[in-house]
């Protein structure tokens, strides 16, 4: 059984979490999420602590066993969401290149002959610090790193010059270019 699933989770004073017979929700000072439940798990709501447990019937079940530590994870991270959020900063690198946001779409000039222009989803906002620092919060984890990666995507960095979108603490490992040797004989 998951050890994760074991902990309990202490929801801040600002959080409200509802719980239903098939789902749960989520709303605090930075927004409102809900997820459906498994069918083998329970839910405990007490004293601003929750507390996750299998149902009897469902003890030896091996997919209950497995999604029970992913519910408990997913809850929490709903509840962090809601109570401080979350944030993925990404860096533009290269001559030329940078980054702006024009209402509710991302501009990107990445070296292409066009501009990029990606359009921020609902829930997210983004912040630009001088055209080559991005600051992506949100309040759903998954959707602040899937928006963080589809910026990435556009252009990834290269390993010789460092060129492209990278994370704000990623390290790029840099290779050495070709060498201009003379020919002997």
Do not use: W
């Given at each position: 059984?998951?050890?994760?699933?074991?902990?309990?989770?202490?929801v801040?004073?600002?959080?409200?979490?509802q719980?239903?017979?098939?789902?749960?929700?989520?709303?605090?000072?930075n927004?409102?999420?809900?997820?459906?439940?498994?069918?083998?798990?329970?839910?405990?709501?007490?004293?601003?602590?929750?507390?996750?447990?299998?149902?009897?019937?469902?003890?030896?079940?091996?997919?209950?066993?497995?999604?029970?530590?992913?519910?408990?994870?997913?809850?929490?991270?709903?509840?962090?969401?809601?109570?401080?959020?979350?944030?993925?900063?990404?860096?533009?690198?290269?001559?030329?290149?940078?980054?702006?946001?024009?209402?509710?779409?991302?501009e990107?000039?990445?070296?292409?002959?066009?501009?990029?222009?990606?359009?921020?989803?609902?829930?997210?906002?983004?912040?630009?610090?001088?055209?080559?620092?991005?600051?992506?919060?949100?309040?759903?984890?998954?959707?602040v790193?899937?928006v963080?990666?589809?910026?990435?995507s556009?252009?990834?960095p290269?390993?010789?010059k460092?060129?492209g979108?990278?994370?704000?603490?990623?390290?790029?490992?840099?290779?050495?270019?070709?060498?201009?040797?003379?020919?002997?004989?």
């Open positions: 059984m998951s050890r994760i699933g074991k902990n309990p989770i202490n801040p004073g600002t959080v409200k979490v719980i239903l017979p098939d789902s749960i929700s989520v709303e605090g000072p927004g409102k999420l809900n997820t459906l439940l498994n069918p083998f798990i329970d839910v405990e709501y007490k004293d601003n602590v929750l507390k996750f447990s299998l149902k009897e019937n469902s003890k030896n079940d091996l997919r209950a066993k497995s999604a029970y530590g992913l519910y408990r994870s997913l809850v929490s991270n709903m509840v962090q969401g809601c109570a401080q959020g979350f944030k993925k900063e990404l860096d533009v690198m290269g001559v030329g290149y940078k980054a702006a946001v024009k209402g509710n779409v991302l990107l000039s990445l070296g292409f002959s066009h501009i990029i222009n990606y359009p921020i989803p609902e829930g997210i906002k983004i912040n630009v610090e001088k055209q080559t620092h991005l600051i992506i919060e949100g309040a759903d984890r998954r959707q790193g899937q963080a990666a589809e910026i990435r556009y252009r990834k290269e390993p010789y460092g060129k979108v990278k994370y704000a603490d990623e390290t790029i490992i840099r290779k050495a270019g070709k060498s201009a040797t003379g020919s002997s004989g």
